[in-house]
């Protein structure tokens, strides 16, 4: 029996992150969600308002005997723009800010090192600002959210937003994908 491992990653919609890791060999599955903020079971309503704290995230239960934590960073920083301070594209706020919420002391210190390691490469011109704070409460976003992208496939964001990251994705990792 593989023990699994949990990485919570926010990088603005959490339709778009979540569309890339159900591709990725060694992912298992994948939920959307919302954490980091002040409130209790909060709604996509609240979140929207920018107010509540809370960043859309996705949460990513993975093998690391297929796929380490690291490797999940590797595609975290080339599927979505981490030098813009809680801003993606047009979608903009704090819910929408590049962020690696740990589970652990381990994956504190993996993420530091790779956000540094990133960071001082020439994957982006400008500094990254992705925030890495603690996971505290993960609150599962609605079911209409889960699996987005493959049940609205053209949706307007979806064909102006999501899929141009996860071809980006399919591109870049072609090695990686789930067959």
Sequence with gaps: MTSHQIATLGAGCFWCIEAVYLELQGVEKVVSGYTGGQIVNPTYQQICTGTTGHAEVAQISFDPA????????????HVHDPTTLNRQGGDVGTQYRSVIFYHDEEQRAIAEQSKADTDSSD?????????????????????????Y???NPFQPYCQMVVAPKVQKFRKIFANRLKS
Excluded: G, R
């Design 66 to 77: 297929v796929l380490s934590f690291a490797d999940l960073l590797q595609v975290f920083w």
């Design 149 to 151: 992208f493959a049940q």
């Design 123 to 147: 994957l982006w011109t400008n500094p990254i600002v992705t925030e890495i704070s603690p996971l505290d409460i993960f609150y599962l976003a609605e079911d209409y959210h889960q699996n």
